[in-house]
């Protein structure tokens, strides 16, 4: 097999993998949407909408942004800042069940 | 597949030292610049709620989550199409590249008239910034973000208008992935501005 071709083939599998994200970010999205179209709410359906958020948010600067080839401190601040915001915002909804 | 050409194949992939940033590490300071702002925005948001539980809950039944969720739907296909164009222009795939791009600048159309609608129909019910406390976190917040597509949108068409004259090559793409983290990172605020604003109750 070719240089050229095993690196073409190597960069499908790439394109493979990026379509098998997107998808899955579509299926979350809709997740998140038949949960707010429901009614749902509480505290448990909250974090649970939060943690979609924070998958959906890890796949797109992992795999997108292409964080997972980037040094572990890049990923570790995207990471710590989806944990922050998120952990927070969670806080603040208990704080207002009071 | 033999180490060598593994290697090779790595060394193809990108030019840049394994472990750096994609695309121009200045435009990486300007995202977690916007993201620290957009976070503070997220937060003051959760905690103004949290004061106001009813105001907040009855106000965000007026939101269309369809437009919220299809703009979701929008940008993440919009990102996905991006991705596409770095992988083209890797293999030195100009047309290819600028085609993936043009198709993720029409998407972010597609966000930026839905918004307008959405827009519209608030301003046109007299909402405005000083309704009350909802409506001024939903307007500042998700105008800010708006902007950010605009913008986004700007950067996408310098880019395409570089690619579509062949500025780009599978040596030389790093234009196409400093774009490319800028509307990855319009992305990933959304994704957190919908569940946030349109949904949690």
Redo the contacts between chains.
């Keep these: ?1 070719s ?1 050229a071709k ?3 083939d ?2 499908m599998q ?2 493979r993998f ?2 098998l ?2 998808l899955a ?2 299926a979350l ?2 997740v ?2 038949a ?3 429901a009614g749902f ?1 509480g505290k448990h ?2 974090l649970g ?2 943690l ?2 924070l998958i ?2 890890q796949m ?2 992992n ?5 997972k ?3 572990f401190l ?1 990923r570790a ?1 995207m990471l710590i ?2 944990l ?3 952990g ?2 969670a806080a ?2 208990l ?3 009071q | ?1 033999t180490k060598n ?2 290697m ?2 790595a060394i ?3 030019d840049r030292k ?5 695309g121009d590490l200045a435009i ?1 300071i300007f995202i ?1 610049a916007e ?1 620290l702002v957009f ?1 503070v925005l ?2 003051a948001y ?2 103004s ?3 106001d ?1 009813e105001l907040f809950n009855a106000s965000q039944q007026t939101l269309s ?2 437009a919220g ?1 299809l703009n ?2 929008v940008l ?2 919009s ?2 199409l ?3 164009a ?2 083209a222009i ?2 030195g795939c100009s047309t290819d590249c600028a085609r993936w791009l043009s198709g993720a600048f029409l998407l972010g159309g597609v966000f930026v008239a839905i918004k307008l609608v959405e827009f519209y129909a608030k301003f046109s019910a007299g909402i405005t910034l000083s309704t009350n406390t909802f409506y001024m976190f939903y307007l500042a917040l998700t105008f800010f973000h708006f902007m950010h597509v605009i913008m986004g949108m700007i950067i996408l068409a310098f880019v395409i208008a570089k690619a579509r004259r062949g500025g780009y090559s599978a040596h030389d793409y790093d234009g196409v ?1 400093t774009g ?2 800028f509307w ?2 319009v ?2 605020l959304w ?2 501005l ?3 604003v ?4």
């Design positions: 097999m240089f095993e690196a073409t190597i960069m790439n394109n990026t379509t994200i997107w970010l579509v999205t809709l998140t949407f949960i707010g179209e709410a359906v909250m909408l939060l979609i958020a959906k948010g797109v600067s795999y997108f942004m292409g964080l080839q980037a040094d890049w601040i800042y989806y922050l915001v998120g927070l915002i603040a909804y704080l207002g069940l | 597949m050409s593994s090779q194949i193809l992939q990108s394994s472990g750096d940033l994609p990486w977690f993201m976070g997220f937060v959760a905690f709620r949290a004061n539980v989550q369809t969720a979701t739907l993440i296909s990102s996905y991006v991705v596409r770095v992988s890797r293999k992935e490319a983290s990855h990172m992305d990933l994704i957190i919908f569940p946030l349109y949904v949690i109750r």
